[in-house]
């Protein structure tokens, strides 16, 4: 069986973030190279946070996915490298926290201050006329927010 980058990646579409589950480890960024030889694959990701929790959760997860389509040589190495940024998310992963309630991160230029964190777009009605709480929200990677549109707390993935 001839495999692919391709179909490993569209593969990998099922593993989701354990934390927001709607959204893949390909749209997040974190798989950051896949290479095929012959009938081994290896994967390699970068996860968001160097001492995130869910690391040995989303390896086992990757070698399941590939495991049940047939693979199975898979090794998963874990590389910080090139440090993961949210600029890395995919539109159509964006599209999904926001589906999902959490405001995704904005586009930046590699330089994030606390002034990237005001006035967020709420997820809920689309509104500017947001507050940041606090830049600590439940996990590492997002902060607290309130619309004083729709006057609804939302959290918002953290630009990094």
Not at 86 to 115: Q, T
Not at 130 to 146: D, E, M, N, Y
């Amino acid at each position: 069986m001839t495999i692919t980058e391709e179909q490993v990646s569209g593969w990998l579409e099922a593993v989701k973030d354990p934390e927001i589950p709607v959204l893949s480890l390909v749209d997040l960024g974190v798989i950051t190279s896949i290479d095929i030889a012959g009938e081994k694959v290896k994967v390699t990701m970068t996860p968001t946070f160097v001492g995130c929790p869910a690391i040995d959760y989303m390896k086992k997860d990757i070698v399941e996915v590939l495991q049940n389509h047939g693979i199975d040589q898979v090794e998963v190495e874990v590389n910080f490298e090139r440090q993961w940024n949210s600029n890395m998310i995919s539109e159509r992963g964006r599209k999904a926290l926001k589906e999902f309630g959490l405001a995704p991160p904005p586009k930046h230029d590699l330089i994030v201050d606390i002034d990237i964190l005001q006035h967020v777009e709420c997820p809920n009605c689309g509104s500017t006329q947001t507050v940041l709480k606090t830049p600590f929200g439940p996990t590492a990677c997002r902060s607290i927010h309130h619309c004083e549109n729709c006057k609804e707390t939302f959290e918002q993935f953290k630009p990094l």
